[in-house]
């Protein structure tokens, strides 16, 4: 409690920050998703959905793609050719398109279909062939093909048995690795060399996770890999795949999961291994990786930082660096110099000195565990009695992390609170707490997201005539269970894209995850077995118990919100009295992608708190 009361103290010593135009949070003209060629001579972007490359001095950048195609990731195949993934216009399948540096026209790589696209190795190319797995005989099953770039010859390389879910490719280029899985349980399957047989190696419950990162460079039937595999926690581990066990445990952390192993293509080793608590950490496992990241923390103190690209030699560097108070900001790093090019420019209205810190919380929930969570307050708050927007976040099994977030830093700017938890369920703390969500939706999930709500309540925080829940996605599901299940803590609600029938939310699921199908039942629930569970905690049978003014947010091409039963739970909340604000957006998705819808939405957002956080 007295690091709160010194936190809020210290708050309050500032100006209260200026109002930040809307247009500052959410606008998408920016550069984004820098990467550089392999030989370290061009540098390439995107911005407004197209694809650009320019020289590294940055002063002339030449546009590779003449519309605005839907851009799902785009990798540099060598120092002419970049390729990337686009949805097709009738969104029936997946392209994939290679645009090239010195003027050639762009070339479709595949013909056209319904099917969806997995790329397999897209970072680690070798003589012009990439692999990935395309669902063409079956819309349920991917096959493992490698496509001559050069050529746009494609072949079969392995015919799925019908069980495979996953691909991994080794550093030779040599498919080598395999995950099967009946929906629950998942078989690990391996081979020595790419002329042999898979081979299953070890099967173990969807729960633990072997998930290989790399291989390793003396021994061929040696990965890397993050385990939690007799153990709660994620660890690096050596594993032999000859004999299905742990060979070593390279780092762990007693508290939280290890989400990231810093594998070396080059080296074929593992340089570092990230944790994260309120914040990741990054713990040095090699030696040259600790001087690279020291000497960058020197130049960049006090933010994180992310590597997301090198050229071929790792001598250049593409690096992206944030805080809780500054958007991400991306520079080209050159090792031989140790100087740093500033590629990319945040909005000059998003000035730190107007932003608000994202301090970490925790919690007692009602049986006693510590739920983590995080607390944005308006610049110059007092620290009590504020309004306060609680926000669950958009996936059951994720989590909220520490960063620029433009969501939080409008509300805060706006004069509200800000409470994000990770609830029981949320991953990262183990899998004990990842599994204690399942089948929870609603209840004891919605019980820890109650308890964060009562004890910013009891900790004079919050006004507890002023609080409001917010989510997008499972998150906007959460909003409308929590005005349904407890109508006296909300004042108001808002729903964007939330689910409103755990029954269509099942049936939804498209035909590439129905290897996943039983594994949803397990996490989720069974729609035959646990229809009463469906019932009681889907909110479109429970239009009588919500109260307060809510505001629902929906795409007419939402895939996995039937557009018809948010029509019909709008009618029903209307009929009974409930003061309800709608937007449904034509030929939207599951969440806005044009500009001006998202910005609409969050004015309408904007209005909609300050007619009912208000105080009267």
Known sequence: MLAIILYFAACKQHERAVKIPLEAFFRNSGKSSFQISPDGKQISYVQNQLLYVQDLDGKKGRNLTKKADRIIGYYWANNDMLFYRSAARDKRGERLIAVYTNGKPSQELLPRGRFKISLINPTRIKDNTLFLALNLRDSGLFDAYKLD??????????????????????????????????????????????????KPVITTNFKTNIKPVGFCRQNKSCIYALSNYGRDKMAIVEFNCLTGKEEKEI???????????????????????????????????????????????????????????????EKKLIINTFTDVTPGVFYLYTLATNKLLRLSEPDSALSENNLCPMKPQ????????????????????????????????SIAESRNSWGFNSEVQFLANRGYAVFQMNFRGSTGYGKEF????????????????????????????????????????????????????????????????????????????????????????????????????????????HTDRIKAPILIAQGTKDPRVNVNETNQFVRELKKRGVLVTYILKQNEGHSFRKQENRQDFYRQLEKFLAEHLTKH
Request: charged share 25%; net charge neutral.
């Open 149 to 198: 770039i050069a050529a746009k010859k494609l072949s079969l390389v392995f015919k799925n048995p019908g069980n495979i879910t996953e691909w991994y490719v080794d550093d030779d280029n040599q498919l080598r690795l395999a995950v099967a899985s009946d929906g629950v349980n998942k078989t690990l399957m391996f081979r020595e060399n790419s002329q042999d047989k898979f």
């Open 251 to 313: 780092f762990s952390h007693k508290d939280v999961d290890v989400v990231e192993a810093g594998y070396s293509t080059k080296r074929r080793g593992i340089n570092y291994a990230v944790f994260e608590t309120w914040k990741k950490q990054r713990i040095y496992l090699n030696d040259s990786a600790k001087s690279v990241y020291q000497k960058l923390e020197k130049l960049l103190p006090n933010t994180e930082i992310n590597i997301l690209s090198r050229d071929s030699a």
């Open 362 to 393: 925790s919690f007692k929930n009602r049986e006693g565990f510590t739920i983590n969570g995080y607390l944005t307050v308006p610049k110059g708050s007092s620290g009590k009695d504020l309004p306060v927007v609680v926000i669950p976040h």
């Open 434 to 541: 990842y599994t204690a969500g399942f089948k929870k939706w609603g209840t004891a999930i919605q019980d820890d997201i109650t308890d964060g709500v009562k004890w910013l309540i009891d900790s004079e925080i919050a006004d507890p005539k002023r609080i409001a829940i917010y989510g997008t996605s499972f998150g906007g599901y959460s909003a409308l269970e929590g005005l349904s299940l407890h109508p006296e803590l909300y004042a108001c609600g808002v729903s964007y894209s939330g689910f409103t029938n755990l029954f269509t939310f099942i049936k939804s699921v498209p035909p590439y995850y129905k290897p996943y199908q039983q594994m949803f039942y397990e996490k989720v629930g069974n729609p035959e077995t646990d229809a009463d569970y469906f019932r009681a905690y889907s909110p479109i049978f």
